[in-house]
């Protein structure tokens, strides 16, 4: 036996076993289930959180007039959901620059109780209407800051293109544990 | 130009912090602006030439000289001693430079160094890995951020507020006033040595003259001498003095207050590693005395006129690491009472601490070193090799000396006279030495005016005695108690009188004689004998022999004055 035609036997019996130990290829419905956003997924459950959220921006209200004068940017209203469990919070944008598509942003919670967790899924509730706008994974970065970095397109972009992170934010944000996806 | 990759990068934090895409300054941000740039903005070429820095430890720590003497000069943190400090130690975790070896001691530390806390880890009976190194920086401020700012632990903010508060107490408030008091009262002065020992010299000088003069031989003619050194040599120590500590006062409650205006400008950072999140304020004090620190390291030298201050972060600066401290603290920079029996122990586990601030409570102190000493059955530092410390033989015992000494203070005040040494036993006697020494300086003043500066001679007025065996003498002068009259007859008897204080209302001081006639009596004329003034002269009630005669008055004269 010549040795290539060994090895072409070798690869082919590789693969034909590695066919038959593979799992079966996900249905079309599952894999549109998963690429459809959570809040549709779960819109109750979304349209509670979004109802939570937004009863936080009173709060903030008053506070935003002050620190306006200062540089310090306006708190954005955020819902911490974790482990089963829901913190209403303040998020400080450090860093927004929407540019060829993409949005990048960077922001710090002001309070969190423990170790900051390595990663949120982030969803933009939009200030006025509760509307999802995007969601987008958020990574822990230097100094307990998290960076977004994603695609973004749409009637907003123009909007947001003139965004500073003196302005106030146009949006709130839910940010899920990873463990609490799906 | 070399890291021009590094200037880029600065360049784009300014303008994105100037156009409001990023909310922090380039300073305070630095570690998410640098991953944000590197990761996003840096071009193919930036990131050529910052591997090609990073691929070596040559040129890694050619990159690292280049930013502390270079960069940090060029850009406006100039001002800021300790920026570049704060940069390097940003950055030093970041990618790449967390894999450059040459980055190394910048992740551990800033490295300035600092008073450590004991922070006892959850359970712990008091181990050398509770005294946890702190350091902190001063940087302008952040709007977005607190005044004061955790890094490497997390904890209340007002864990962190209150000891701001008492540095701001320290600076320009009542804790200032109670560290200059106790500075006044037994803290080193800013003299050389010598002057040290003329000014005691000096003032066993005054003491040793107030004695003779009080109790000593009668100096005759030397008095006004002797007296006029006294009050020379005194008036010269109180002017000396008075005008050190006066310079030094005024010039530490300038400085302070000029740190005070700094510190609401500034963001203090305390780094403390380990992750903790702190419970209870008993690192109050550490986090006080290292934020005070921060303020007199980020200036820089022009600035510094004040020998006290100077002084006390000399030594903090050369001798901080062999300290260690605990206590809660109050914004007025008052003391509380911690737990501290396991922190005790910890210091003398821990290798290179020699000193421990605490509060002043019971259960603190030698006796509690020593106790715990024993208790580990053998000398706290036997295990490592350290530097020969004070060894005392105690009778009977046999025993060696912890190497840690223990501070207990009520107030912030008494942790900065120990850390700069200015406690001076010397000092507070001499204090206490010249305080008694003036205060009868102060009581003897009046006499020595009178020997010094006495007043004019007086006449003789008006009225004379009614009465024929009575001589009055009444003399016009304000000071009757520093005169005398003095009689010398031929036909009475010779007299010395004291002058009265003023007769009635109007009336004024006289020396009244009783006039007897005297059995050997060489005349018979009544109105033989003449009246002598004389000054008198004591001091502190003792009397000296009377002065100079400054007036001479016929006995007839002065029966007759008033009524012709």
């Known amino acids: ?182 | 130009m070399s890291f021009v990759w590094f200037w880029t990068f600065w360049h784009w934090s300014k303008e994105s912090f100037r156009e409001g895409s990023l909310l922090r300054s380039p300073l305070h941000g630095i570690g998410g602006h640098w991953d944000e740039w590197y990761r996003h903005e840096a071009s193919e070429s930036d990131h050529e030439a910052i591997a090609k820095t990073g691929r070596s430890e040559a040129s890694q720590r050619q990159f690292i000289s280049w930013l502390l003497l270079h960069w940090a000069g060029e850009t406006e943190l100039r001002a800021n001693r300790q920026a570049h400090r704060f940069v390097l130690g940003q950055i030093a975790h970041l990618e790449p430079f967390k894999h450059w070896a040459a980055f190394e001691k910048y992740r551990a530390s800033y490295g300035i160094g600092g008073i450590s806390a004991v922070v006892l880890a959850e359970g712990s009976p008091g181990k050398p890995e509770d005294v946890r190194a702190v350091e902190a920086l001063a940087l302008t401020a952040d709007p977005t951020a607190s005044a004061i700012v955790a890094e490497g632990f997390q904890a209340d903010s007002i864990e962190l507020e209150t000891p701001r508060s008492a540095v701001a107490s320290m600076l320009g408030g009542k804790g200032l006033l109670v560290f200059l008091t106790l500075w006044l009262a037994s803290g080193k002065r800013a003299y050389p040595r010598w002057l040290e020992i003329v000014l005691s010299l000096g003032w066993v000088a005054v003491a040793g003259l107030i004695l003779y003069l009080a109790a000593g031989p009668d100096p005759g003619e030397g008095l006004i001498f002797l007296c006029g050194t006294l009050f020379a040599l005194w008036s010269g120590l109180i002017l000396v003095a008075a005008t050190q500590a006066a310079t030094q006062t005024i010039r530490a409650w300038q400085q302070g207050r000029k740190w005070c205006a700094r510190l609401e400008q500034s963001q203090v950072r305390l780094r403390m590693d380990g992750g903790l999140t702190i419970k209870g304020g008993s690192a109050g004090l550490p986090f006080c005395l290292n934020a005070l620190h921060s303020l007199y390291r980020a200036n820089s030298h022009a600035d510094r006129r004040s020998w006290l201050w100077e002084r006390l972060f000399h030594k903090l600066r050369g001798e901080s690491q062999a300290w260690a401290a605990t206590g809660s603290i109050t914004a007025e920079g008052f003391l509380k009472p911690v737990m501290l029996e396991a922190k005790l122990r910890a210091c003398l586990q821990s290798e290179g601490i020699k000193h421990v601030l605490t509060p002043r409570q019971h259960g603190g102190g030698r006796k509690a070193v020593y106790r715990l000493a024993d208790a580990r059955g053998a000398s706290p530092k036997q295990t490592a090799p350290t530097p020969p410390c004070s060894v005392k033989v105690r009778l009977g015992f046999a025993a060696e000396e912890p190497c840690l000494r223990v501070h207990p203070c009520r107030h912030v005040a008494q942790a900065l006279m120990r850390l700069g040494e200015f406690n001076s036993k010397r000092q507070l006697a001499l204090n206490f030495f010249a305080v008694a020494t003036s205060v009868a300086m102060l009581i003897a003043l009046r006499d020595l005016k009178a020997i010094l500066l006495p007043p004019p001679s007086p006449m003789v007025v008006a009225p004379s005695s009614p009465l024929p065996d009575y001589l009055w003498v009444s003399l016009d002068t304000m000071h009757p108690d520093q005169f005398l009259v003095v009689l010398e007859s031929s036909y009475w008897l010779n007299r010395r009188a004291e002058l009265s204080p003023r007769v009635g209302a109007h009336g004024p001081p006289r020396a009244e004689i009783h006039l007897q006639r005297s059995e050997a009596a060489s005349t018979t004329d009544q109105e033989d004998g003449t009246v002598w003034i004389e000054r008198r002269y004591q001091f502190l009630g003792r009397e000296f022999a009377p002065g100079r005669h400054i007036g001479r008055y016929d006995v007839s004269y002065l029966n007759r004055i008033g009524h012709e």
């Open chain 1, 1 to 182: 036996m010549k040795p290539e035609s060994a090895v072409e036997q070798l690869l082919r019996w590789r693969l034909a076993r590695a066919e038959a130990e593979a799992p079966h290829a996900p249905r079309g419905a599952y894999l549109l289930k998963l690429a459809r956003p959570w809040w549709e997924t779960w819109p109750e459950w979304f349209k509670l959180l979004a109802q939570r959220v937004g009863r936080i921006e009173t709060a903030y209200g008053y506070a935003m007039a002050e620190n306006s004068r200062n540089r310090s940017g306006h708190p954005v209203a955020a819902l911490v959901v974790r482990g089963g469990e829901e913190l209403e919070t303040f998020a400080r944008v450090l860093y927004i620059n929407v540019r060829d598509g993409r949005l990048r942003l960077r922001f710090q919670l002001d309070a969190l109780c423990g170790q900051p967790l390595e990663a949120f899924e982030a969803t933009f509730i939009d200030d006025k209407d509760a509307r999802p706008l995007l969601s987008a994974q958020a990574t822990l970065s230097v100094d307990s800051e998290y960076r977004i970095d994603t695609e973004f397109s749409g009637q907003l972009t123009r909007d947001w293109e003139l965004l500073k992170v003196t302005d106030k934010m146009p949006f709130r944000l839910i940010l899920r544990a990873e463990t609490d996806s799906g």
